[in-house]
Structures are given as C-alpha cells and as structure tokens.
C-alpha cells in the first residue's frame, strides 16, 4: 500500500512525529512495490528511457543523503562516497553521474547492498528528525517534503519500468498474476460540460504542498469551452485505428507522423493483435483488450491525430484545470490495488484523476513570474521546460494524496510507456 501525505500539511510543520511516520510509510511502500519481483528484475534496463527498480530505489535513497543527511545531520558518514555518482540521476551541480542509458550495467553493488544502503538512509533520517535544531527544522522540513514526494514519483515510475521490462519478454510475466480482472461494465456514454472561460486563476494557492512549477498564482484567459465527461475508451479508439487513423498524415503534426512511420505504430504501446482479436499487455500479464476501458500508453502525437479524426482537440492545462479545480481528488490510484485503467462510472466529469494521466495541448513552461529555486534543488524541475507537453490528473499508478488540480507532469511527446490517456475538448459551435 501507499500512503496520503495529508499529514505533511503546513498545519503539521512542527509535528516531526508526523513527519517521521510519514518517511517510514513512504519509504515502505516503495520496497513493497518490490515484492512481486524475482532478483534478476531488480537489474532489468530495456529502454534507454526506464530506469531499473535496484536503480530506483538506490536513487531515491541518494536524495534524502545528498540533500538533507549530508548537509544537515552532524557526523553523517555516507554509505559508499561510489553511490554519489552511481545513483545521482542529472544533477549537474551536485556532479558527475552515471548516465542513463548505462543504468542496467550495474549488476554491482548488489540488490542485497542496495537494501543496506536504504537502511543506513533510514536509520540516519530518523536522527535527522528527531536532533535537527528548531532554528533549521523548517529548512529540514521543507526538503523531507520534496524528498517523500520524489520517492513517490520514483514508485510510479518502478511500476511503469517494470511494465516496459517484462512487455519485451517473449514470454509476457506478469508483475501480479492476481491482479482483478477488470469489471463488466458498459463505456459510460460520451458527454459534453461547458464552461463559460473568462479571467480565470491557475496555479498553487500556497494551502499544501506543491512543486516549484506549480508557482505562481496567475491569471489566464480562457475562451468558451467544453470538456468530454470522460476520457477517450479503447473502443472508440479501436474506432480511430480500424479507420486507418495510423496511415492518414492529414490527421498528424509532422513531427508525430515522422515519429510513427519510424516507429511502425500501428496501435497503442501494449496492444497486441492475437488471431483476430485486441489483447493488451497489463501488470497482470496479456489479457484481452477492456473496450470500456479509457485507452492508455498513447504518446501526446497519438492523442493529438485521434482528438483531429474525431472533430475535436486536446485542452489546454489552464482549461483542464480550471475544471478540476473543484472537483474531489478521488479515482482509481495505485493505493485500490487494480493497477489498470478502469471503465469509467458516475455522473458529470468523471475521471479527472487517477486511471490514466491525460494529454494537454501545453507545453511546459514556466508560468509568469516563475523563478527556480536557488542551488542544486533548483535543476528539480525548471530546467527541464523546453520540449516536453503537460499532463494532468494521475494514474492508477500514482500515490493517493500525490497529485492535485494543479500538479503539472510532463513527458517528451514521443513518450507512451506511462499510463498516459485522453480527454477531448471542444469549442463552441
């Protein structure tokens, strides 16, 4: 299980045994993610872009050392002065690190030395909270969030990489055989709430925890709109591929059509064709394509050329947000155990969170205003703001109590191997 960080609250900033609870939940659910795995998984790198798990957990395991043990626990003796450019994932300022690619090279140290190495992080965290003086606790406190954050990211994305692993193995293991199969039920049909736009405002109120990108508060004009109550089904995509959607260049940006035809896509990441019919590679293994399902593992030029064949267009992150804005942060997340998008349910907009993250059409970019964080902690986000698109909502890979209406992910618009779906928009006619 995951665990909510509401008790991470500003209203429990003096509250360290809060905060130490809440180290130790995180912390634990990211070794329990690991306990479907065999030995030889934890080293598994099939792609340049997914990391292995021993990586993942060595690498969230370096943060709370190099940003809070190192520079604020008196005495702190690191666990291996290797690791600092063994799991530092990009940041330059810190300095060298082992390059991505070249992360399932490292049969070295060991999956039983990587757990070690947690235990020391863990054993000295403990210390941290409890000697910090008060004179430097908010500081402390402020990096443990980011730190209990990041691990959080760093579990969706293990279970994504390991998805991506085991999809390349002839023999298709599932991470969880046991995994529910999905519920009978029929797609919820298509429907349209409008908003009226005007001078509207995005961005971090300043209530809770949120990351530097989603800073400042500003204000946006947005146009009449309307947004689909649900995100696009594996039916109606199935819909887009039977009509040739993959061989039309009309409906595609120039560069995802380039990207397509190199690729030889012919139908979202995971889906196979056997003897006629639609199965989908899932955590539970190869199973037959959930049609009422939203469809998932579609790259940003995928959901574009569909939203372009169906007469419509992605939002923009300022409308989907303005729409979520007052909606309750529930869905299906990783914390309910089904790990797989599911059908959707209910009445007025449905879906905004949890099941599959969804494409809009905005770039990343920092909002008006915007201003990195001074040091190290600053490459966190902002110097990633250039070709990367927006996502919004979670997945059901994501923690319970990770995201919000505002929390801005973002992904290369080639990149599929996340649970990453769509929501239509429209304008009015």
Not at 20 to 25: M, N, V
Not at 212 to 221: A, G, L, M, S, T
Not at 346 to 368: I, K, M
Not at 377 to 395: D, I, T
Request: hydrophobic letters at 40%.
């Amino acid at each position: 299980m995951m665990t909510d960080l509401t008790d991470t609250d500003p209203a429990h900033v003096g509250d360290r045994s809060a905060w130490a609870g809440a180290y130790r939940r995180v912390r634990a659910a990211s070794e329990a993610l690991c306990t479907p795995l065999c030995v030889e998984d934890y080293g598994l790198q099939t792609a340049d872009f997914a990391s292995p798990p021993k990586w993942h957990l060595a690498h969230v395991s370096w943060f709370f050392e190099t940003f809070l043990l190192e520079p604020f626990l008196p005495g702190y003796r690191v666990f291996d002065p290797a690791y600092r450019t063994l799991f530092n994932s990009y940041y330059e300022q810190v300095g060298q690190f082992h390059p991505r690619p070249d992360r399932g090279h490292l049969s070295r140290p060991t999956v039983a030395e990587v757990y070690r190495y947690r235990a020391h992080v863990d054993g000295a965290m403990a210390a941290l909270v409890d000697q910090i003086g008060e004179d430097l606790w908010p500081t402390v406190q402020s990096r443990l969030a980011i730190g209990l954050n990041h691990e959080q990211q760093h579990q969706e994305l293990l279970l994504t990489d390991v998805k991506q692993h085991f999809s390349v193995n002839p023999l298709r293991p599932a991470y969880r055989a046991d995994l529910a199969a999905p519920r009978s039920v029929d797609a919820l049909p298509l429907a349209w709430q409008a908003f009226e736009g005007g001078l509207l405002a995005c961005g971090d109120d300043g209530e809770g925890f949120s990351y530097d990108n989603e800073r400042p508060r500003h204000k946006v004009f947005l146009r009449p709109y309307a947004l689909a109550n649900r995100p696009v089904t594996n039916a109606e995509y199935l819909a887009f591929v039977d009509a040739g959607g993959y061989r039309n260049p009309a409906l595609w940006l120039s560069d995802g059509w380039a990207t397509a035809q190199a690729g030889r896509w012919s139908a979202p990441r995971y889906w196979e064709r056997i003897d006629g019919d639609w199965h989908e590679f899932t955590l539970g293994g190869l199973r037959p394509l959930d049609l009422a399902a939203p469809v998932s593992h579609v790259s940003y030029f995928e959901a574009d050329a569909y939203a372009t064949w169906a007469g419509a267009r992605l939002p923009t992150e300022a409308e989907w947000e303005v729409a979520a804005a007052q909606a309750p942060v529930l869905g299906n997340f990783v914390d309910h155990g089904l790990l797989h998008p599911q059908a959707a349910t209910g009445d007025g907009l449905v879906q905004l969170f949890g099941d599959v993250w969804e494409h809009t059409a905005s770039a990343y970019l920092a909002y008006p205003g915007y201003r990195p964080p001074a040091g190290a902690l600053g490459e966190y986000n902002g110097k990633f703001m250039s070709g990367q698109m927006v996502l919004r909502g979670g997945s059901c890979a994501t923690p319970v109590g990770h995201v919000r209406a505002t929390y801005r992910n973002f992904f290369y618009p080639q990149e599929r191997w996340q649970f990453q779906g769509i929501r239509l928009a429209q304008d009015p006619t």
